[in-house]
């Protein structure tokens, strides 16, 4: 199967190896800065010498057609290269956010059908072994009736980091902690709980980053349909290093908590049912990665090669992207109207709230 790497930044070396694993062909890679394809290229022993270079996208996809490419660019380019690969049949990973508005992301969901491609987005941490068991749990009804969860993200993003990339913390690119660090745990939220969110009450704001237009901290209450809540922070104003992203989930018969740099690590598991020892669930379903990206894009590879061969969605399809993009919108437009806001959304954009933080 032949695969193109559009972004060779922070997150790109995950991606090649994810492709390495999964055997496929990696026929080109393209960035508009030709020596970070050359960084990114010289970390790893595959041999790249078939591997063509490109700094324009739509030329490569019309010379390699290839069947598989990944989005791994700025945010705010998204929605545009896949909107592009979709009309040309190719199959994509969009690293998240899958746009920075929902018309965008309406009309990816809808160009992907049209299409009839795989359109994946590349929400990794469901496929860490912790939160696939808590799932399962959730798929089985353990839990009993559904009271609240408590989604956190509790990590450290210093000056450093945003002079890395010009586009990092931009309303019309990136958005704040809340969109680029913090979705992840806001898809984690929607999938656990039944997906359907009725409204959103929030608060967001810049404390310790006034170099970068969006927010910093992020705080949310959340009501899904089924009458089950949620709590939702996000910050990366954590002292001095990356802390913790949490999943807590409570039920009338069933507790459960995900815990590590990045949910992957099983650290409560208690259940009416006793239908298993809780400390070999903690032992087998909980992993210990050197960094918050995780193992969960080789799965996520796999089970999107499997999508395409088979014909069928993969587990994080567009519809899953727009929902988490979704939810941090509406915190977003609650936060800046302090009232709550009922979903689904109309046409809102991340740039609707350019100079909230008086940049």
């Known amino acids: 199967m032949k695969y193109a790497l559009i972004g060779c930044g922070r997150i790109s070396p995950n991606h090649i190896a994810a492709a390495i694993q999964n055997k496929l062909e990696i026929v080109a890679v393209c960035d508009i800065v030709k020596e970070n394809m050359e960084n990114l290229l010289s970390r790893f022993t595959y041999d790249f010498h078939q591997t063509n270079r490109y700094t324009d996208y739509k030329e490569m996809i019309l010379k390699e057609q290839p069947d598989l490419v990944a989005i791994a660019t700025e945010s705010g ?169 949490t999943l807590y989930i409570f039920g009338s018969k069933g507790t459960v908590k995900a815990g590590g740099k990045s949910v992957n690590i099983i650290e409560e598991w208690e259940f009416a049912d006793e239908k298993e020892d809780a400390e070999a669930v903690k032992q087998a379903h909980s992993e210990n990665p050197e960094n918050v990206y995780g193992f969960g894009h080789d799965p996520l590879y796999a089970d999107v090669i499997g999508a395409i061969k088979e014909h069928r969605k993969p587990l994080v399809d567009a519809e899953a992207g727009m929902r988490a993009l979704e939810l941090i919108l509406a915190i977003y437009e609650s936060a800046a109207t302090g009232k709550a806001v009922k979903l689904p959304l109309g046409d809102i954009a991340s740039t609707d709230y350019e100079g909230r933080f008086g940049e």
């Not at 009309?87 to 969009?94: F, R």
């Not at 609240?148 to 450093?160: L, P, S």
């Not at 929607?190 to 969006?214: F, K, P, S």
């Open 77 to 245: 380019l998204h929605a545009e290269i896949a909107l592009f690969c979709i009309a040309h049949k190719v199959n994509v990973i969009i690293e998240k956010p899958i746009a920075m508005n929902m018309k965008d992301a309406r009309m990816i969901c809808e160009a992907a059908e049209k299409h009839d491609v795989v359109v994946c987005a590349n929400h990794q941490n469901r496929f860490n072994k912790s939160i696939q068991k808590i799932h399962e749990a959730m798929e089985e009804k353990r839990f009993g009736k559904l009271f609240h969860a408590a989604a956190h993200v509790r990590w450290n993003r210093n000056k450093g980091y945003y002079d890395q990339a010009k586009w990092r913390g931009t309303w019309v690119n990136d958005g704040g902690c809340l969109m680029n660090q913090c979705i992840h745990n806001a898809d984690l939220l929607r999938w656990m709980m039944g997906d359907e969110v009725e409204e959103v009450m929030a608060y967001t704001d810049n404390l310790n980053h006034d170099y970068i237009q969006a927010e910093d901290l992020g705080l949310a209450v959340i009501k899904f349909k089924n009458g089950a809540y949620g709590l939702f922070e996000g910050t990366v104003n954590v002292y001095p290093k990356n802390l913790e992203e």
